[in-house]
Nanobody, 121 residues
Framework: QVQPGESGGGLVQAGGSLRPLCSAS????????LGWFRQAPGKEHEFVGSISWSEGTTYYVDSVKGRFTIPRDIAKNMVYSQMNSLKPEDTAVYYC??????????????WGQGTQVTVSS
């Protein structure tokens, strides 16, 4: 099975950018849908966006459209969360998760440990 692992979070001022990455151990991401999620203190777990590894098709929630993208590096077997124009409300622990698109409905079964993103005002 694939095991995602995140790194690259940090502290940034509002309006700045961060680019956490998600790498795989075990199997590669070749068959996966990769999703980014976040959880802020006292709030529900929130889906942010996803990418189909094989097709490169992406999807984003409205709150991050135009600010976040999810590029992938096939050679390095990594996926990123390119976050621009960050706002204090983007502060959260960000998680990378993997799903098998052959299993419907889509379920994110494999999760990383999370990386903290803090945006100061």
């Amino acid at each position: 099975q694939v095991q995602p692992g995140e790194s690259g979070g940090g502290l940034v001022q509002a309006g700045g950018s961060l680019r956490p990455l998600c790498s795989a151990s075990g199997r590669t991401f070749a068959w996966c849908i990769l999703g980014w999620f976040r959880q802020a203190p006292g709030k529900e777990h929130e889906f942010v966006g996803s990418i189909s590894w094989s097709e490169g098709t992406t999807y984003y929630v409205d709150s991050v459209k135009g600010r976040f993208t999810i590029p992938r590096d096939i050679a390095k077997n990594m996926v990123y969360s390119q976050m621009n124009s960050l706002k204090p409300e983007d502060t959260a622990v960000y998680y990378c998760a993997a799903a098998d698109p052959s299993k419907l409905p889509i379920r994110y079964e494999y999760w990383g440990q999370g990386t903290q993103v803090t945006v100061s005002s």
